[in-house]
Nanobody
């Protein structure tokens, strides 16, 4: 059974930092492309950062220079380091794993940026 479990979401002040984690099981993690998505209230879920099995990364313009995606294949875990957080980063953040055309999702973790 495939499981993706996100953690690390919290309430943080503007300008602060958080690190999200997503621990995977039931998949061959090392071959997966991993994507962090986010969904704000009333808005569509959108990708913010992607990392391929070779370590190539892509970021949305809204987070470029502030967020860093990384992976640890020894721990089957993908991370999202978020710095200089803004109120508009408030959303539920989801981990997505893509293998051979299949998509697997975690349950999401809430990030709230507010003073």
């Amino acid at each position: 059974q495939v499981q993706l479990v996100e953690s690390g979401g919290d309430l943080v002040q503007p300008g602060g930092s958080l690190r999200l984690s997503c621990a995977a099981s039931g998949i061959t993690f090392s071959v997966a492309t991993l994507v962090w998505y986010r969904q704000a209230p009333g808005k569509q879920r959108k990708p913010v950062a992607r990392i391929t099995n070779t370590g190539f990364t892509v970021y949305s313009d809204s987070v470029k220079g502030r967020f860093t995606i990384s992976r640890d294949n020894t721990k089957d875990t993908v991370y999202l380091q978020m710095n200089f957080l803004k109120p508009e980063d408030t959303a539920v953040y989801y981990c997505n794993a893509q293998i051979a055309g299949r998509h697997y999702w975690g349950q999401g973790t809430q990030v709230t940026v507010s003073s």
